[in-house]
């Protein structure tokens, strides 16, 4: 794994916002015109959208094709211009660019808490390069340190896949798992299950101090779980990871 910092720190502190545009760019930067993207989920990723909506008006690239992986960013390419192709359909997909919530030292990611794993995880999984834009605050020692893992499971019987999930972490202190919940619209009901954009739900998981154990094996066995869809743990599979820092200066890790 390699790392280099570039970019003279510009005078005054950038805002967490700046910091995940900077990275963004950065990664446009590696677009050729004829590639075919991933497109990724979230607010670090929508920036890379916005600039490839600026390049391709401008004629600075003549043509890419994107994969979206949300129907959020299947809406947001349609609006600034770029021409969308489906999975199926879109043969080598040449790079992907996403942003992510952890970043470990081992570039290991945890992705997801938008609720679009399942699709980032197909498209990005299956292109030829997935470069990964952060700002420095998703860099963590372990995956699980700052927030929820979460996994897709089907809505029939997701509370007992539930069940199953937490039984994967039995007595592991500071382990709690739930479906995540949003505010109903309709009067009545206070809280429903968040809807994925495949009609699934998500069960989040909580580490105190982060996941400690083997990665790789809790992988699988969430996945040996009948009712488990995908998880947001994405081990091996960011080629490059380009981090926005306070300082001003980009790291790019490879
Ligand atoms: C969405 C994702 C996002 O990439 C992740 O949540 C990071 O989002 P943001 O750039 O808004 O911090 O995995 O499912």
């Known amino acids: 794994m390699g790392s280099a910092a570039t ?39 929508a920036h890379a959208l916005d600039r490839l909506g600026e390049l391709l008006a401008s004629g600075a690239l003549a043509s890419v094709a994107g994969v979206p992986t949300s129907l959020k960013t299947e809406a947001h390419a349609t609006r600034v211009g770029i021409p969308l192709l489906e999975l199926a359909g879109a043969g080598r997909i040449h790079l992907s660019i996403d942003g992510a919530d952890e970043v470990d030292p081992d570039l290991n990611l945890v992705k997801g808490r938008g609720g679009s794993l399942l699709r980032e995880k197909m498209i990005e999984g299956s292109g030829e390069r997935f470069v990964v834009i952060v700002d420095e605050s998703k860099l963590v020692p372990r995956l699980g340190c700052t927030g929820a893992v979460p996994v897709e499971v089907v809505p029939f019987g997701a509370v007992h ?41 998500i069960v989040e998981m909580f580490f105190e101090d982060g996941i400690r154990g083997d990665l790789r094996d809790i992988s699988d066995r969430l996945l040996r779980i009948t009712g488990v869809v995908e998880h947001g743990m994405f081990l091996g599979m960011a080629t490059t990871v380009i981090v926005a820092k306070k300082d001003g200066t980009v790291e790019i890790i490879n």
């Open 7 to 45: 970019s003279p720190p510009p005078s005054g502190k950038l805002t967490q916002e700046e910091l995940k545009r900077v990275a963004a760019h950065r990664a446009v930067e590696l677009v050729e015109t004829g590639m075919t993207l991933g497109l990724g989920t979230g607010s670090t990723a």
């Open 161 to 201: 896949t539930l069940g199953l999930v937490r039984k994967v972490f039995d007595g592991l202190p500071g382990f709690s798992a739930r479906l995540r919940t949003v505010p109903a619209k309709a009067a009545g009901a206070e809280e429903v299950p968040f809807v994925t954009d495949n009609g699934n739900y």
